[in-house]
């Protein structure tokens, strides 16, 4: 086992230390514990990066070039805003 040290604000301290009293456990016990369970939530860092690809996306075939798609939207905004009778 590994000794440590940490640096801890006042008030967590005192929490952290009330919670493990009031468990009829060690402090150091709690840290461990605690650690232990934030560890749990997140996936290991062994996962190697060589094995994720950015998701392909099925667009629908539709293909329309950038100038095209600003004048379908200024066409669109213009005929939004006449009144309309």
């Known amino acids: 086992m590994t000794r440590t040290q940490i640096q ?34 997140f996936p290991s860092s062994e996962i190697h990066c060589d094995s994720w690809r950015l998701p392909q996306v099925d667009g629908g075939g539709i293909k329309v ?5 600003r004048e379908i939207a200024a066409d669109d905004e213009s005929t939004r805003s006449l009144p309309q009778s």
């Open 65 to 69: 070039p950038l100038s095209k798609l």
């Open 8 to 41: 801890l604000p006042d008030e967590l301290y005192k929490r952290a230390k009330a919670f493990a009293v009031r468990r009829e456990i060690s402090l150091a016990e709690m840290t461990r514990r605690g650690l232990e369970l934030f560890l749990e939530g």
